[in-house]
Structure formats: structure tokens, C-alpha cells
DNA sequence: AATACGGCCAACCGCCAGGAG
DNA sequence: TCTCCTGGCGGTTGGCCGTAT
């Protein structure tokens, strides 16, 4: 199957004329970032790190275009930026994420989705591409274990190993309400949605929660993204016939 | 011991937004 | 206002490694 990039919209094409008067539809849509020719790929050895560590020492972060010739790499400006954000910084965090962190992304995507970078924002010393990572390879299956469709954090009807819910229950346990479930104030945090599941009583009250809802976030533009999200979240639920409660609010930070 | 398979993760790719000129 | 450049982002890929057969 021919990459995407194969299928242009009008304004690609305009895009591409733009770019490239040599286009042709054989040839890759968009000029690379960089002059791939002479250029390193793949992993980074020792040398290119204490390189680009030793650079950055000197000269701080930006103007990536331009370092990798400056640092003496052949290496892209991106590849550069990204070896140093990923991996290199060192203010990384390594090793497994603890369970409060494992918690926070899951509560953070299902108001955020895939905004991983702004979801790393949240987890001092992790970067996007771990988050991401780590939602792909754990967190996703482990939601698919206890039934909850990790794209939008609603119960699947059938869940793998904990057998079919009651349909009633199934649809009245929209976002609002497992987040709520996830909210809860025990140690357990977002995992009580498992232990809900297992149980299979839905919390008395779900058509009557009487829920503060307020978030307290450090820095103004990812509290903007969430309020959106609240009130769209807020407005699919009162639409609702069924499912006239006020949209609780997680309680992410205090 | 050899091969197949699956998971993990670093790195790449292409798109997009924002700033500069 | 428009165009170009750059950095940032999310999706995807590919190689490595451990485990199963």
C-alpha cells in the first residue's frame, strides 16, 4: 500500500508546487527536514551523545537546525533534538513508572487523549515518547483486560475476563462516570475501575452524583485544554436522556 | 540449539502551528 | 498579508531481546 502521502488534498498539491518545482508524484511528498545525504541514522553511539551533551553544556538548547554542524554531528537538527529530549537531558526519569504515575496518565488521557506531551508535562522527568510508549505497550492492554476501551475510557459491553455486564450498567458508565470511579480517594486510584468491574455493582447513585467539580492545575494552558474538555464532556453528557447528573470532576492535583 | 513470536523502546517521518521577515 | 523557516508533536517503524515452541 503506497504511503499516504501518495493521496494529496488540493491544497498539498499547492503545498508541493510550492516546495518543489521538480515535483512528481514518484517522488516523496515533502522535502526532508534536512540534507539526508552524509547524515548518521539510526542508533547514537557514545561518541555522538558526550558530542551533543558536551555541546549543549556550552551552548543551551535551540537553534537545533544549526547544531548538529556547530556540535561537529552528522546528524539532522531534529534527530539531535530529539536524542537530547528523550534521552540525554538530565532531569530524565528511568526505569518503570510507579503506580501514582500509571494512575495520572490514565486519568490525564481521558481528559486529554493523545497529547502525550502535554500528559508528560504532568510527570516530572518523563518524556512524551515514554508516555506514549508506555500507554502502548502496558497501559492500553491493561485497560483492554478490564474491559475499558483505552480510546475513550467507556466500558466495553464484553469484557475479556470479567464476562458481560448488564447492558443498563454498561451504557450508564459513560467518561463522567468512570472518571469518577477512578477518583476515588483510595490509594488504589484509577485501578478501582478494575475493582468495580469485578465486583459488578455499579456505585449506588451514578444518576445522582454530587460532585465538586474543580481541577487544580499548576500552569494556565494545559487548565484551558481541560476545561474544554470538561464542557464538552459536560455538554455530551447532559444530552443524555437517561443520564441527567452533574459531570464530576477529577481532583488531579492538590 | 534453532527458529518463531511478541513486547519494548529508541528513532524516524510527516504534519502543523507560530514566529520572523 | 503572505511566505518561509523552525520547532514541536503524534504516529509509526524497525531493531533488539526475552520467551515459547
Partial sequence: ????????????????????????????????????????????????????????????EGCWRSLPKAAGLHRCGKSCRLRWINYLRPDIKRGNFAQDEEDLIIKLHALLGNRWSLIAGRLPGRTDNEVKNYWNSHIKRKLMKMGIDPNNHKLNQYPHHVG????????????????????????????????????????????????????????SPIKNIIEESQQKTASIVTNDEEEQYTVPTLLLFR
Fill in 1 to 60: 500500500m503506497p504511503p499516504s502521502s501518495y493521496f494529496l488534498s488540493p491544497c498539498l498539491v499547492a503545498q508541493k508546487v510550492r516546495e518543489s518545482f521538480t515535483f512528481d508524484f514518484e517522488t516523496p511528498m515533502r522535502k526532508p527536514c534536512c540534507d539526508k545525504q552524509g547524515t548518521n541514522k539510526g542508533a547514537w553511539s557514545k561518541q555522538e551523545d558526550q558530542k551533543l551533551i558536551d555541546y549543549i553544556r556550552i551552548h543551551g
Fill in 164 to 219: 458481560p455486564l448488564n447492558p443498563t450498567t454498561t451504557n450508564s458508565m459513560d467518561v463522567a462516570c468512570k472518571l469518577r470511579v477512578c477518583s476515588t480517594d483510595n490509594d488504589d486510584g484509577v485501578s478501582d475501575a478494575a475493582s468495580y468491574l469485578e465486583d459488578e455493582t455499579p456505585p449506588t447513585g451514578i444518576s445522582n452524583l454530587d460532585l465538586d467539580l474543580t481541577i487544580a492545575f499548576p500552569s
